[in-house]
C-alpha cells in the first residue's frame, strides 16, 4: 500500500515540478524512478530497491507477468491518444520542411543509429534497427516546455511543434512493426512461416483498429453512447481492442490501437476535443505511475551496460550527427537559414513514446529469450535522458549563440477575431507583423482564416494557449471583444506570456466615462469603447495613413480625433515600416518627422493633402452583414460561451 501510494505521490509531484520548472515531466519522473530504484541498492541495507515493481517472493507489487500486463494496457491507451492528435489535412497542410521531417529524416535516423548501434555494441541487426525505430519520435511533451519561454521566429516553432506532433504515431507505428517482425520471427529465422505471422499481425492490427475505430464513430453520433458514459466507454473500447486483436494475432494489440486511434482522430466527431481532453488527463496519471515504474524496474547491471564509451559514442553520433544529417537533408532548398537549420538540428529530444514502448519491447523480448534484448531498454533510456538533459539545458543558450533568439517579440496577440479585430490584424499582416487571433466563437475564427489570418479558436480561461510554441515570437498583447471581463481577463492571465512589450485592451463604457481613471493598458482611444469602434468600421471599413510632421502635429491630429466620432487613431509607423499601438494615453507616443499616424474613418481633412497619404491596398472587411447589430450579437454569443467554459 506504501509503495502504491507512493508512487502516485511521487508521480504527480514530478508533474508539478515539471510544470513549476518548464521542463518536460519525464525528465523527473525517470530520475525519481532509478533513485527509487537501481540506485537505492547502493544504499539500503539489504541492498533492495524502495519501490520493486515485480514480487520477488518477499516484496513488490506486480507478481509474474503482471507489470508486462500493466505496462502493456498503459502503453495502448497513450498510443491510442497519440494517434488521436494526427490529422490528415494537417499533414497535408504542413510546409515541405515539415514533410521531409517526418519522411527523409525518419529514413536517415532509422538506418543511420541501426547502423551505428549494431557496429558499436554488436548487437544483430533486428535488435540494433528496433533501436534505431524507437528513438525516431521526438513528441511535443518534451518540446513545448524546452520551447516554450525561448522567443523563436514562427516558422521554426512551427517546424519543430508540427515535426513532434506529426512524428510521435509514426514512429510509434515504425518501431511497433519492426517489434512485431522480431517477434514473428523470433525461434522462426524468418521463414516463411514467420513472415506469414507478421502479416498477421499486420493484417489484424489494421482490420481492428480501422473497423472499431467506425464502429465507435457510429455509436457516438447515433447517441448510442450517453455522454456521461462517453469518455469511460471509448477507454473500454480502446482496452477491448487491444486486448481482442492480441488474441488473434499475438502482439497485434498495439497496431490495433495506434491505428484505431489514428482513424477515430480523421473522422468529424462532435465530441472529439473532449475526449481529447479526458485522454490527456489519463495519460498524465499513466505516464507517471508508469515511468517511475519503469525506470525503477531497471536493475543496476542494465544500467552498467550503458555505463561505458561506447554508449557515449552511440550518443555523440544519433544528437550530433544522425540528427543534423536529416534536418539539412530534409531543409534542401527550403528557405530556412543556416542558423535555423542548426537550432533545428540541436532540438530532438525524446520523449514518452520512445522511453515507454522500450521498456515494453524490452521486457516483452527478453522473455522471449531474443539475444540483445536486455540493451534496448537501457539504450533508450539513455538517449532519452541525454537528450532531454542537453535541449532542457542549452537551448535558450545556443538559439542566442546561432542567433535565431529573438530580442524583442514583434508577434501580436488579439483577444477576439469579430470583423473589427479581422479588419486591424490583416493591416497589421499586410505591414509583415504576425498576428494571431483568438476567439471561442467559430464563425469569427472561420472567417479570419478564410482571410489568410492565424486564429486559434479558443478561451482565455483555457491554459493550453501557454503550452503553444507557435506563439513564441508574440509580445504585444490586444483585448479587443465586447465583454470589458473577457479583456481583463486575457490582460491578468496572460500578460507575462504574450505581453512583455505591451498588454492593452479597449475601454469599457464605464472607464471611458471616467477620464481621470484611464487604466495604463488602454488602447487606441480614452473616447471610444468597443460599440464605438465597431460602429465606425461599419461605416468607415478602411485603415488610413496620414504623415505627421512633428510631435505637436501629432498632438493636434490626436485632439481632432477625440471630438469627431468617426476617426479612432490606432498606430504610429515610423520611416522604418515599424508600427507602434497607440495607448489610450497617446501622450506617451515619441514621434519624429516623417512617421505616420495609422487610424480607422474617413479621411482625416489637413491643410496640405500632399501630406495625405492612403493604404495603396485600402483594407475592407468582406462581410455584408457586418452592421454594428450583428457585430455586437456575435460578440454577446461569444460571451455565453465564455461563461459556459
Not at 494526427?86 to 547502423?115: D, H, M, Q
Amino acid at each position: 500500500m506504501l509503495e502504491l501510494a507512493g508512487i502516485i505521490i511521487l508521480g504527480i509531484l514530478a508533474q508539478w515540478s515539471a510544470w513549476k520548472f518548464k521542463i518536460p515531466a519525464i525528465l523527473p519522473l525517470i530520475l525519481i524512478g532509478l533513485a527509487v530504484g537501481p540506485i537505492a541498492t547502493l544504499f539500503t541495507e539489504d541492498g533492495g530497491k524502495l519501490i520493486e515493481p515485480i514480487w520477488n517472493g518477499e516484496s513488490g507489487l506486480f507478481p509474474g507477468q503482471s507489470l508486462f500486463y500493466f505496462v502493456s494496457l498503459a502503453i495502448s491507451i497513450i498510443l491510442f491518444e497519440g494517434g488521436l492528435t494526427l490529422r490528415r489535412g494537417e499533414v497535408l497542410n504542413v510546409g515541405p520542411v515539415i514533410v521531409k521531417l517526418i519522411t527523409v529524416a525518419v529514413i536517415v535516423t532509422f538506418i543511420g543509429s541501426g547502423i551505428a548501434a549494431h557496429f558499436i555494441f554488436d548487437l544483430s541487426w533486428e535488435i540494433s534497427f528496433l533501436f534505431a525505430a524507437l528513438i525516431i519520435v521526438t513528441g511535443p511533451t518534451v518540446i513545448t516546455p524546452i520551447l516554450r519561454n525561448i522567443p523563436l521566429k514562427k516558422d521554426v516553432s512551427a517546424i519543430l511543434k508540427w515535426e513532434g506532433i506529426l512524428i510521435d504515431p509514426i514512429g510509434a507505428l515504425v518501431a511497433v512493426l519492426v517489434f512485431e517482425f522480431i517477434s514473428a520471427g523470433a525461434g522462426e529465422e524468418y521463414t516463411a512461416t514467420a513472415l506469414i505471422e507478421f502479416g498477421k499481425i499486420v493484417l489484424f492490427g489494421f482490420t481492428f483498429g480501422f473497423t472499431f475505430a467506425h464502429a465507435l464513430a457510429f455509436a457516438i453520433k447515433k447517441n448510442v453512447i450517453p455522454h456521461y458514459l462517453l469518455n469511460v466507454s471509448t477507454l473500454a473500447t480502446v482496452l477491448g481492442v487491444f486486448v481482442l486483436a492480441d488474441l488473434f494475432a499475438h502482439e497485434s494489440g498495439l497496431l490495433a490501437v495506434v491505428i484505431m486511434g489514428m482513424v477515430l482522430g480523421n473522422i468529424n466527431l462532435p465530441n472529439l476535443k473532449e475526449l481529447l481532453y479526458f485522454k490527456e488527463s489519463l495519460s498524465v496519471l499513466l505516464i507517471s505511475i508508469l515511468f517511475i515504474l519503469l525506470a525503477a524496474n531497471i536493475n543496476i547491471e542494465d544500467l552498467l551496460l550503458v555505463y561505458n564509451m561506447e554508449a557515449v559514442l552511440l550518443f555523440v553520433l544519433v544528437v550530433f550527427v544522425i540528427r543534423p544529417a536529416g534536418v539539412f537533408l530534409s531543409s534542401i532548398n527550403s528557405s530556412l537559414k543556416l542558423n535555423e537549420k542548426l537550432f533545428i538540428s540541436w532540438v530532438g529530444p525524446r520523449g514518452i513514446v520512445a522511453a515507454g514502448i522500450a521498456s515494453l519491447f524490452g521486457l516483452n523480448l527478453a522473455n522471449q529469450g531474443v539475444p540483445g534484448a536486455e540493451y534496448i531498454t537501457p539504450l533508450v533510456f539513455m538517449i532519452v535522458l541525454g537528450t532531454v538533459l542537453l535541449n532542457a539545458t542549452t537551448a535558450r543558450m545556443f538559439a542566442k549563440l546561432v542567433g535565431v533568439f529573438l530580442k524583442n517579440p514583434e508577434g501580436i496577440l488579439i483577444i477576439g477575431a469579430s470583423s473589427i479585430s479581422r479588419l486591424i490584424a490583416t493591416y497589421l499582416k499586410k505591414n509583415k507583423r504576425h498576428v494571431v487571433l483568438l476567439d471561442s466563437n467559430r464563425n469569427n475564427i472561420r472567417k479570419a482564416k478564410e482571410l489568410g489570418l492565424d486564429a486559434i479558436q479558443g478561451s482565455v480561461y483555457e491554459d493550453e494557449l501557454m503550452n503553444n510554441i507557435e506563439l513564441n515570437d508574440i509580445g504585444y498583447l490586444m483585448g479587443l471583444t465586447g465583454n470589458s471581463d473577457i479583456n481583463k481577463t486575457a490582460i491578468d492571465k496572460f500578460q507575462k506570456h504574450f505581453g512583455e512589450n505591451g498588454s492593452f485592451r479597449i475601454l469599457s463604457q464605464e472607464e471611458m466615462s471616467d477620464p481621470e481613471n484611464n487604466p495604463k493598458e488602454g488602447l487606441f482611444s480614452p473616447t471610444d469603447d468597443y460599440v464605438k469602434l465597431t460602429d465606425v468600421a461599419r461605416r468607415h471599413p478602411k485603415i488610413q495613413e496620414v504623415r505627421i510632421n512633428s510631435q505637436e502635429h501629432y498632438s493636434g491630429l490626436i485632439e481632432i480625433t477625440k471630438t469627431d466620432s468617426e476617426i479612432i487613431p490606432l498606430f504610429v509607423k515610423n520611416n522604418n515600416g515599424d508600427l507602434s499601438i497607440i495607448p489610450s494615453h497617446s501622450q506617451e507616443v515619441e514621434i519624429e518627422e516623417g512617421y505616420m499616424l495609422v487610424y480607422l474613418g474617413k479621411e482625416l481633412k489637413i491643410e496640405n493633402n500632399a501630406d495625405k497619404t492612403e493604404l495603396d491596398n485600402t483594407i475592407s472587411d468582406d462581410e455584408e452583414d457586418d452592421g454594428i447589430d450583428e457585430a455586437i450579437k456575435s460578440e454577446k454569443k461569444e460571451d455565453k460561451e465564455e461563461d459556459k467554459n
